[in-house]
């Protein structure tokens, strides 16, 4: 599996910005938040949008923090302190319950028996290097953000907090943004769901490689 988004990172830092109201959408969607673009793109703006929930409206103004944040600190390192500072971002306000801290007790996975271990913090600092020595910025982004759901590192909000992990290595790479298109949202939680079980990457991961990168191909010489 080749990168294939070869972008500067001032290209990469426009793409997002560009579409990041789309990413924030397709994110709240993979967490079952049911929302749709327009209403997304309301809530972004700050506007009143009746038939959200309080609780959604605010997960969603989260993600758009976490969005700057990530944005505001593409030269920090990605450990295991960015990862628990993401999350605390995601569930601020209330809306994840010990939001930033990992979690001390068993959680159960919707979809699955498979139980994930208890996070403990000198694992978790030694999985995350050797996932960053494992291959091109967009493979170690894709493990990385798998490796983080099914880790369960946090009391809620993994995916969210994989995916913005992952394409803080994706934008400070030029490599492109991962988003899970809403009509493959499916097909993604059945493969997620398997890889749980098995902790085989290679379906899943090529999977993400083939559907769920976004970018431009700039072409300089125009």
Do not use: H
Request: hydrophobic letters at 45%.
């Amino acid at each position: 599996m080749e990168d294939r988004f070869n972008m500067t990172v001032e290209q990469n830092i426009f793409l997002a910005k560009r579409n990041v109201v789309d990413y924030i959408w397709k994110s709240a969607n993979l967490e079952g938040i049911a929302v749709t673009f327009p209403e997304t793109n309301a809530i972004f703006e700050g506007a009143a949008c009746p038939g959200i929930s309080v609780e959604d409206t605010i997960k969603i103004n989260n993600l758009k923090r976490a969005w700057a944040f990530l944005l505001d600190t593409l030269d920090r390192p990605l450990d295991f302190e960015y990862l628990c500072r993401l999350n605390m971002i995601i569930g601020g306000d209330g809306s994840i319950y010990g939001a930033g801290r990992p979690r001390t007790y068993d959680v159960r996975i919707t979809g699955t028996k498979w139980q994930p271990q208890i996070p403990i913090e000198y694992d978790i600092r030694n999985e995350m290097a050797d996932i960053f020595l494992s291959g091109s910025p967009a493979k170690q982004a894709v493990r990385l953000m798998l490796w983080c759901m099914r880790r369960q590192i946090f009391v809620d909000g993994n995916k969210r907090t994989a995916a913005l992990a992952a394409n803080k290595v994706m934008i400070a790479n030029g490599c492109g943004i991962i988003s899970i298109p809403n009509e493959l949202i499916k097909q993604f939680g059945e493969l997620l769901i398997a890889y749980y079980e098995t902790g085989a990457l290679p379906q899943l991961e090529t999977f993400i490689f083939e559907n769920c990168i976004d970018g431009i191909a700039f072409d300089e010489n125009k």
